[in-house]
Every structure is written in C-alpha cells, then in structure tokens.
C-alpha cells in the first residue's frame, strides 16, 4: 500500500522534534497494515499534537482541547468500521482527564497515541501533568510542588486493556503501532519524545537519556491481561439487540364520559415516600379515561426519600392554559411541611371545596369541607396514602369515579403491584371518615 | 389512539425519535434526567445509541463525533451543564455540525435550583460561547410543541448545518399533559443536503447558496473537520478575506433565512390596546390573562406567543404590535428578552414584567400588570 502522508502537506514541526518523527513512524504503520485513507481517521485537538490529522491523507477531525477522545468515541459507535487514531499531547490529556479515564474504562476500540514531551510547547513550555518535579520550566517552581503522572500507570488502573509506553526513537516503533492499532479495545501508547524549542533547552533529552529514563519506570509491552474484557461498541450493540420492548407511547382511549364540566385543581401535600406524584398520575390517567384534558406539575426537594413533595393535578374538558393551581378544588393535606408552606391555599377554596386531611396533620381555617381520616388506623401505610386518598376523593365521583380510577389502576399496574394497589382501594373504602 | 399523558421531555423524546434521531449523549442534571431515561429506554431498541457521558463536555462531544459521522444527535442539560457546552457549541456553530441541544432551564444563578423552573439562560443561550455568531433557538409552551419544536429542530440543524437549542423550562419538561397525537402537528422531516458529485471541499458552498453540502466523515470520500478558523478544505487559512468571507457566511446563513422559521402563535383582538409578548412556560399564563381580560373584563388584549426566540423575529414583532398603545413582555426572569424587543420596537412603549423566585407567573399577575397600564 501506499503511504498515507498528505504530499500537499508536509509536516512543519520544528527542527529536532519528536513529533515529525511520530507522523512519519505512524504512517508506516498505517502502510505496513494496508489501510486507505478511508478506512482511518485521526482525530486530534489541541496544541503541537494537533497538527497531526492535516498531515494525512484520510479522515479528519481536529477539536477541542483535550476533547479528542470524545469525538473519536461518537465517531467509533456511529462509524464501526472505521480505524480510529487519536493523538493528543500530555497537555491534552491533562485538560482531558476525564475523558482518558472514561476511555480506559469503556474500552470503545480506539487507539490513543499519547504524544509524551513533558510540556505545552505551543503556549510557551508549561508544565503539563508528565512533566517531572526537576525539570526547568515556563511555570516558575509550580511543577516543583507537584508529583507528574504515570500514563501508563493510569491506564491500566483506569481498565485500559493494552497499554505501552515507547521511546519514539525505537527502532521497531511501526510494529509495536501497528499492534496497537490492530488491537480490538482501547489501546494507549505513551511515546515518548522531546520538544527541541522549549523543553530540551534547559532539560537536556537525548535519545538515550529517554530509554533510559523508561527502563527506570514499570515495563508496559501492550496487552494488560487483567483488563482484557469485551470491546464496548460490539457489546452495546448486543444488548441493544435484546431490548426488543421499546416504550410504549399509546395513548388512553376515551371509555367513560366526563364527570365534570369545568376546571378542577387537586392538589395532594406529602412527603417523600407517600407516593404523591404516582397518586396525581393515576387520578390524571383516570380523567383521561373520561376524555379530559390533564396536566400534572410536581414540587419536591432535591432529597430523594426526605422532604415535602407536592403535585398539582388539573382537570379540564377545556384546554389547559396555566399549569399552577390557584384557587384548588381539592387538597389531600397528607403531610405537615408542606401544609405549611402552602397555608394560603386552604385559605382560598371555596365551600364546594374538599380538604381531605390525615389526622394529626394542621391545616389554618378554611370554607372547604373537611373529611379527616385516620389513615394509620384504618391500616394504611406511609407509601399507600396518596392512593388510600385518591380512593376517598374517588367516592365523590369528582373529578373522577371509582370505576375510573380502577380501571386507570388497571392500565397502569401489573401482577402484584396491582393486586396491591386494588386492595388499598378497599381498605381505604372501609376507613370512617369524620367531617 | 387515546390521550398520551407524558411530560415535556418525552415528548421531545418522541419528537426526536420521530425525527430519524439515533444518537443522544446526556449527562445527567435535574430536571433533564428523566429525557436520558427516556432516550435510554427508547433508542437502544430502534438501532439507535443512548450514552451516559462522564461528564457534560463528554456528552455533546460524543455528539459531535457522531454527527459528523452521520447520525442525527441530540444532547440535553439545564443551566450549569449548558455553560459546559459553550465551548463545543461554538464549534458546532464554526464546524457546521448539525446538533440539538435541549437546555431543560432552571432557576439560577449558578447551581441555582434543581427542581425549580426560571428562564434565565434566554440571552445566555445566544450570547454563551465565543466569537458571538448565530445560533437557533426555539422555546416550546408545552407538551405539544415540546413535540413539534423538536422535529422542526432537527430540521433547522439539518438544514442550515448548525446547533439548534430548545429552551424548555422544569416547568414544562416535568410536567406532564395530554398530547392528542392525530393533532399535534408533525412537520415533514428533512435530512441534511449530500453532496453529490464532482471534487469533494468540506466547507465548499455552491454559487448561490450558503450552506455546504455534507459528507460524513467514515465514506468513501476523505472528510475534514476542524474547529480552527478554515477555508472552503477544512484547513486553517490566514487570509483574511477567507476568514471574513466564512464568518459572513455563517451569519448570514441564518439571519437571513430567520423568517422561514420564525415560529409563533397570534392571538389578535379588535380594539387591543395592549400586546402582551411571552413564551415558554408564561405564554400559557398569558393566554388565560388575555382572556379573562377580553372575554369577562372587556378589555380586549392581543398576545404573541413566540416560538422562535434567535434569530430575534423581527418582522412577527412588528406586525403584532402595529395599532397597539403599549407591548408587555412577561418572562421567567428580570429581563432579558424584553431587551430584543425594545430593540426592534424602538419607537412603541415596552414595558417589562418578570420574576424569577421559582414560581410561575400567575393569569392574575399579569391582568393586574396590564390593568394598571
């Protein structure tokens, strides 16, 4: 095969750099595996190392500082066939951080060519995250202070499956990329190599020096054995291949006829844990079943299993313009913070009103009628009193019937958890309730 | 088919579905949470791809790669994950990246509040990434638009090779509402413009034309994309009528087609002497204002309820306030889009009113706003 340099674009690295030398051992692994262009991309970002995709003559796509792994795995899982390079430099994975270890634990089958000078030779040589505690650099003392990172070191702790890291003057450097490259999961190399016009001046690198300074570290070859695992885009595709369900997005068909003919607002105030917003749902399936209209608005905390939780439910045979309630028809008082927190309502209703209030919980005066129910008498738990309420609200026949309701419960739940629902229904009918 | 009951995120699930999306990459934030689950439960079994992104700049990354590999994306956040798209969106806007960006609005500043609505990323979803060239935005009212919007959204990013933005609110993306699907609207759908034949330049546009057409980046034909500033190859250029020319271009090919799309509804009444302005979730609050005022008040009041919030609509803003004394604009925050229209209505009275304490603005404020005008 022929190479895949670009001849319109020859590389423009300073004399002496690693870098020119990284493009042209990359091509010859490109050539050696028999590649076109269109069957590889390099991907790139930011800084020297960016320079790389306008060098080749394939797919391109140069981004954000640091970003490149996120491109590449777009890429990878809309385009599978294709050979993805990233290049980035150890400023990029510095800012990229999260996404190399993202990377190393998805195992999407990219190869990333770490493109290791110790420094952001572009910007000025600052330090970077590989740059050691001695070096003299841009950034006065503050490398001294902090202890570099071992790419390869966290990669392979990170779950990356073939890691290594080479001296970018290796003479066999094609092969060990083309193994890389060839590898099915995540492969990171960390090449290492020196920057002639900011790092090298003042921390002299030879060739040498650089193998070594890695015959020093922990050997990495290529395959981690304890991370080899299955590639991530075939895998994803196998489970998505088992989700034949989808969502079900039918609607409710009209099968009672409306019970009321104006706006109603119900309002239920609770508490996590009392199933208030599954309560709002169910009483706005059941007015769907009726051909009304239905909006439901919900307020909580953002303490998941603590905190007040209210939902609003508004029923209409008209459009529904304004979602919030204002002068409410209906209040399940469930739970005191809440009730406090929306004293005005109470005060708002009007003697049609109804005030469905558990026992013990203080509501300010209102004109509303006031059914008062013991829900811990009547043997209903903390998660079933929304439904318990629904079922009281329900009897009125307003907004909506018990037959709704049931038959909302019905559509909504399955097996036990309906069996358990219907039997709340009836406890709840057997409750007394003093007005 | 009966009534759905869903929120607004489903329903810009189903819309994105419905618009041949097969790639969505979100991180989670309240109140968007729950359009990752229902892309999640959704895309997997159409052939699609739902991700989980380590973070907000992964996700619309992930995005980005996929689009320009071929696939319709979408991503979606709320305030604090939109500031860390910024820098992704402005290479969306100068890579010509089709994209869908749901920003579900919550109240800010900062982390602000989780589950409480606000409109306060208005301005910030224009203005919010460098360089300062346009983008779309449209802003559902509720459930059913949140459908509509969403397909045309994908058309526009298709279309025009550009991300579009859907400003929803807590408000309107959680809360649930009946959706007649035989009458929601359904625009035709519309896939990006392939180039066809002859020599292939990544950013090349024909005569007369102001979009190039798209290859995707895994064909047959070498594909480029570049953040940095480029010519009509996908490679940097440093002349500056090249660079000019391009940033005209991506003006241009937007501001001038903005009232193709300039989306709206119009509730015009004889003898108005006020035209109230709102969108989002205060135009339903709005409607109701202006009917009680016209239908029990006798006080007649017009209300534009806009759609398209960028490009700004100009020409829909200056024929609904023609004959009116005075324009209201009611927004979900202390004042911003007010500012657009005091812009374009220079000569009008625009007066402003707003709050941003997590709750919605009520029909009986804005009828009191109206009234002491």
């Given at each position: 095969m022929d190479s895949l340099l670009n001849p319109d674009r020859p590389p423009v690295f300073c004399p002496g750099c690693s870098h020119d030398r990284s493009v042209h051992t990359l091509d010859r692994a490109l050539k050696e595996m028999g590649l076109k262009g269109s069957d590889v991309v390099i991907v790139s970002d930011i800084g020297c190392s960016g320079l790389f995709d306008t060098f080749f003559k394939t797919h391109a796509f140069h981004g954000l500082h640091g970003r490149a792994l996120t491109y590449a795995a777009g890429i990878k899982l809309a385009q599978p066939h294709l050979k993805v390079i990233v290049t980035m430099g150890d400023g990029g994975l510095g800012i990229g951080g999260a996404h190399f270890l993202a990377a190393c634990r998805r195992n999407l089958d990219l190869s990333l060519l770490v493109l290791n000078n110790f420094n952001f030779g572009m910007t000025g040589g600052q330090f970077s995250c590989t740059t050691p505690e001695q070096a003299s650099v841009a950034s006065s003392f503050l490398n001294l202070l902090e202890k570099p990172f071992d790419v390869c070191d966290v990669a392979a702790c990170a779950g990356a499956p073939f890691v290594a890291r080479f001296s970018v003057y290796r003479k066999n450097l094609p092969e060990l990329l083309v193994e890389a490259?060839?590898?099915?999961?995540?492969?990171?190399?960390?090449?290492?190599?020196?920057c002639p016009a900011r790092y090298m001046k003042k921390n002299p690198l030879s060739p040498k020096e650089i193998e070594s300074a890695i015959g020093k570290l922990q050997p990495y070859q290529g395959v981690v054995s304890t991370n080899i695992r299955r590639e991530y885009s075939s895998y994803y595709r196998e489970e998505a291949a088992k989700d034949t369900a989808g969502v079900d997005w039918q609607g409710i068909e009209k099968t009672f006829e409306p019970t009321v003919k104006e706006r109603r607002e119900v309002v239920f105030l609770g508490s996590a844990g009392q199933r208030v917003i599954t309560g709002g749902t169910l009483l706005g399936r059941a007015a769907i079943l009726a051909g009304m209209n239905v909006t439901q608005?919900?307020?909580?905390?953002?303490?998941?299993?603590?905190?007040?939780?209210?939902?609003?439910?508004?029923?209409?045979?008209?459009?529904?313009?304004?979602?919030?309630?204002?002068?409410?028809?209906?209040?399940?008082?469930?739970?005191?913070?809440?009730?406090?927190?929306?004293?005005?309502?109470?005060?708002?209703?009007?003697?049609?009103?109804?005030?469905?209030?558990?026992?013990?919980v203080e509501i300010p005066t209102t004109d509303a009628q006031v059914l008062e129910v013991n829900f811990k008498a009547g043997g209903i738990k903390k998660k079933e009193r929304a439904l318990a309420a629904l079922s009281l609200l329900a009897q009125t026949g307003d907004p909506v019937t018990l037959e709704m309701l049931r038959e909302a419960i019905s559509q909504s739940f399955h097996g036990q958890r309906l069996e358990e629902a219907l039997r709340i229904l009836e406890k709840a009918a057997a409750i007394p309730v003093h007005e | 088919m009966g009534l759905l009951f869903i929120d607004g995120n489903q329903a810009v699930a189903m819309g994105a579905i419905h618009s041949g999306c097969r790639f969505f990459a979100s991180y989670p934030i309240t109140p968007a949470s729950n359009l990752l689950a229902a892309m999640l439960d959704t895309l997997p079994s159409a052939g699609g791809i739902a991700l989980q992104g380590e973070d907000e700049i992964a996700s619309i990354g992930y995005c980005l790669g996929a689009s320009m590999a071929g696939m319709k994306v979408m991503t979606a956040t709320s305030g604090p994950g939109l500031s860390l798209y910024s820098e992704n969106i402005s290479f969306a806007i100068a890579g010509e990246i089709p994209i869908v960006i749901v920003n579900i609005m919550r109240q800010g500043p900062s982390t602000g509040s989780a589950t409480r609505g606000a409109d306060g990323d208005v301005q910030f979803m224009r203005w919010g990434c460098s360089g300062g060239l346009p983008v779309i935005v449209l802003a559902p009212a509720d459930v059913s638009d949140c459908f509509t919007l969403t397909v045309h959204a994908f058309n526009l990013a298709e279309q025009f090779r550009c991300p579009v933005i859907i400003a929803s609110n807590k408000e309107i993306g959680m809360t649930s509402g009946t959706l007649d699907m035989e009458r929601v609207e359904k625009p035709a759908v519309i896939d990006?413009?392939?180039?066809?034949?002859?020599?292939?330049?990544?950013?090349?546009?024909?005569?007369?034309?102001?979009?190039?057409?798209?290859?995707?980046?895994?064909?047959?034909?070498?594909?480029?994309?570049?953040?940095?500033?480029?010519?009509?190859?996908g490679y940097i250029t440093t002349n500056p009528s090249e660079i000019q020319a391009g940033v005209e271009r991506l003006q241009r090919k937007i501001d001038s087609k903005a009232e193709s799309f300039s989306y709206f509804d119009l509730e015009e009444r004889k003898g108005a002497r006020t035209l109230l302005?709102?969108?989002?979730?205060?135009?339903?609050?709005?409607?109701?204002?202006?009917?009680?005022?016209s239908e029990n008040q006798n006080i007649p009041v017009s209300l534009l309820v806009l759609k398209t919030l960028w490009p700004v609509p100009e020409q829909v803003l200056q024929a609904a306030a023609v004959g009116v004394e005075r324009i209201l604009v009611v927004e979900m925050n202390l004042g911003q889009y007010v500012q657009e229209i005091r812009r374009v209505l220079c000569n009008q009275r625009v007066d402003f009113y707003g709050k941003m304490s997590g709750q919605l603005i009520s029909p009986t404020e804005i009828i009191e706003e109206v009234t002491r005008g």
């Amino acid at each position: 095969m022929d190479s895949l340099l670009n001849p319109d674009r020859p590389p423009v690295f300073c004399p002496g750099c690693s870098h020119d030398r990284s493009v042209h051992t990359l091509d010859r692994a490109l050539k050696e595996m028999g590649l076109k262009g269109s069957d590889v991309v390099i991907v790139s970002d930011i800084g020297c190392s960016g320079l790389f995709d306008t060098f080749f003559k394939t797919h391109a796509f140069h981004g954000l500082h640091g970003r490149a792994l996120t491109y590449a795995a777009g890429i990878k899982l809309a385009q599978p066939h294709l050979k993805v390079i990233v290049t980035m430099g150890d400023g990029g994975l510095g800012i990229g951080g999260a996404h190399f270890l993202a990377a190393c634990r998805r195992n999407l089958d990219l190869s990333l060519l770490v493109l290791n000078n110790f420094n952001f030779g572009m910007t000025g040589g600052q330090f970077s995250c590989t740059t050691p505690e001695q070096a003299s650099v841009a950034s006065s003392f503050l490398n001294l202070l902090e202890k570099p990172f071992d790419v390869c070191d966290v990669a392979a702790c990170a779950g990356a499956p073939f890691v290594a890291r080479f001296s970018v003057y290796r003479k066999n450097l094609p092969e060990l990329l083309v193994e890389a490259i060839s590898f099915e999961g995540f492969a990171v190399v960390d090449l290492w190599g020196g920057c002639p016009a900011r790092y090298m001046k003042k921390n002299p690198l030879s060739p040498k020096e650089i193998e070594s300074a890695i015959g020093k570290l922990q050997p990495y070859q290529g395959v981690v054995s304890t991370n080899i695992r299955r590639e991530y885009s075939s895998y994803y595709r196998e489970e998505a291949a088992k989700d034949t369900a989808g969502v079900d997005w039918q609607g409710i068909e009209k099968t009672f006829e409306p019970t009321v003919k104006e706006r109603r607002e119900v309002v239920f105030l609770g508490s996590a844990g009392q199933r208030v917003i599954t309560g709002g749902t169910l009483l706005g399936r059941a007015a769907i079943l009726a051909g009304m209209n239905v909006t439901q608005k919900n307020d909580y905390n953002i303490t998941v299993m603590r905190g007040p939780s209210v939902t609003e439910v508004i029923v209409s045979p008209q459009a529904i313009t304004y979602t919030e309630v204002g002068k409410p028809d209906v209040i399940v008082a469930l739970s005191e913070e809440p009730v406090r927190k929306c004293w005005g309502l109470f005060q708002k209703m009007e003697k049609e009103g109804r005030v469905i209030l558990a026992a013990g919980v203080e509501i300010p005066t209102t004109d509303a009628q006031v059914l008062e129910v013991n829900f811990k008498a009547g043997g209903i738990k903390k998660k079933e009193r929304a439904l318990a309420a629904l079922s009281l609200l329900a009897q009125t026949g307003d907004p909506v019937t018990l037959e709704m309701l049931r038959e909302a419960i019905s559509q909504s739940f399955h097996g036990q958890r309906l069996e358990e629902a219907l039997r709340i229904l009836e406890k709840a009918a057997a409750i007394p309730v003093h007005e | 088919m009966g009534l759905l009951f869903i929120d607004g995120n489903q329903a810009v699930a189903m819309g994105a579905i419905h618009s041949g999306c097969r790639f969505f990459a979100s991180y989670p934030i309240t109140p968007a949470s729950n359009l990752l689950a229902a892309m999640l439960d959704t895309l997997p079994s159409a052939g699609g791809i739902a991700l989980q992104g380590e973070d907000e700049i992964a996700s619309i990354g992930y995005c980005l790669g996929a689009s320009m590999a071929g696939m319709k994306v979408m991503t979606a956040t709320s305030g604090p994950g939109l500031s860390l798209y910024s820098e992704n969106i402005s290479f969306a806007i100068a890579g010509e990246i089709p994209i869908v960006i749901v920003n579900i609005m919550r109240q800010g500043p900062s982390t602000g509040s989780a589950t409480r609505g606000a409109d306060g990323d208005v301005q910030f979803m224009r203005w919010g990434c460098s360089g300062g060239l346009p983008v779309i935005v449209l802003a559902p009212a509720d459930v059913s638009d949140c459908f509509t919007l969403t397909v045309h959204a994908f058309n526009l990013a298709e279309q025009f090779r550009c991300p579009v933005i859907i400003a929803s609110n807590k408000e309107i993306g959680m809360t649930s509402g009946t959706l007649d699907m035989e009458r929601v609207e359904k625009p035709a759908v519309i896939d990006r413009t392939l180039h066809e034949a002859g020599p292939f330049l990544p950013f090349q546009v024909k005569i007369g034309e102001d979009v190039p057409p798209f290859l995707p980046i895994g064909g047959p034909i070498l594909v480029r994309q570049t953040s940095s500033t480029h010519g009509p190859d996908g490679y940097i250029t440093t002349n500056p009528s090249e660079i000019q020319a391009g940033v005209e271009r991506l003006q241009r090919k937007i501001d001038s087609k903005a009232e193709s799309f300039s989306y709206f509804d119009l509730e015009e009444r004889k003898g108005a002497r006020t035209l109230l302005v709102a969108y989002g979730i205060t135009a339903g609050a709005a409607r109701a204002a202006a009917a009680e005022l016209s239908e029990n008040q006798n006080i007649p009041v017009s209300l534009l309820v806009l759609k398209t919030l960028w490009p700004v609509p100009e020409q829909v803003l200056q024929a609904a306030a023609v004959g009116v004394e005075r324009i209201l604009v009611v927004e979900m925050n202390l004042g911003q889009y007010v500012q657009e229209i005091r812009r374009v209505l220079c000569n009008q009275r625009v007066d402003f009113y707003g709050k941003m304490s997590g709750q919605l603005i009520s029909p009986t404020e804005i009828i009191e706003e109206v009234t002491r005008g």
